[in-house]
Nanobody, 124 residues
């Protein structure tokens, strides 16, 4: 069973960049597909990006494609979300999720393990 801890959130201005980290422990990280989701106040949790357990096949929500990059370092047991050209509408709590399968998914119910989230706030 894997435990996930996110870090790297903060308050930034329009157009800035942030890199979120998701540190995993308690499992063989290379067995897990990973995704990032986000949830803004009053809204449902939404898919941001996902990556397969190995091989680095990635998927993105249309709203972030071209600006965000998900990656996974199995040797370091860490996944990342590089966020560039941030916009106020990117403001949310960002969650890392993992599932013990090679393939990723855009559905939150398909993930068994979740971190507690890290706040990202983008001011205009």
């Amino acid at each position: 069973q894997v435990q996930l801890v996110e870090s790297g959130g903060g308050l930034v201005h329009l157009g800035a960049s942030l890199r979120l980290s998701c540190a995993a422990s308690g499992g063989i990280f290379s067995d897990y597909a990973v995704a990032w989701f986000r949830q803004a106040p009053g809204k449902e949790r939404e898919f941001v990006a996902a990556i397969t357990a190995i091989g680095g096949i990635t998927y993105y929500a249309a709203s972030v494609e071209g600006r965000f990059t998900i990656s996974k370092d199995n040797a370091e047991n860490t996944a990342y979300l590089q966020m560039n050209s941030l916009k106020p509408e990117d403001t949310a709590v960002y969650y890392c999720a993992a599932r013990n399968r090679h393939g990723s998914s855009y559905l939150p119910n398909n993930y068994d393990y979740w971190g507690r989230g890290t706040q990202v706030t983008v001011s205009s």
